[in-house]
């Protein structure tokens, strides 16, 4: 599986189906609500390693960034 594929699934995993997760540029983008921004945050931040993840709010959605 591509790397885009598996965030996806575990993202889908945390915020459910009904939520709105998506890949444009790079930059992960999900539209949730606060905790479940932090819970896919901490998850990805926990498989990537400390630092490697980046969050911020754009809109309704929030941006993950892999650096």
Known sequence: MGFETVVLDKVANIIGSEKCAHFFCGTLFVECDE????KVFHKLSK?????????????????????
């Open 35 to 38: 905790n479940q921004a932090r």
């Open 47 to 67: 498989e990537q390693g400390v630092g490697r993840v980046q969050i911020s709010q754009v809109g309704t959605e929030y941006a993950y960034d892999f650096v």
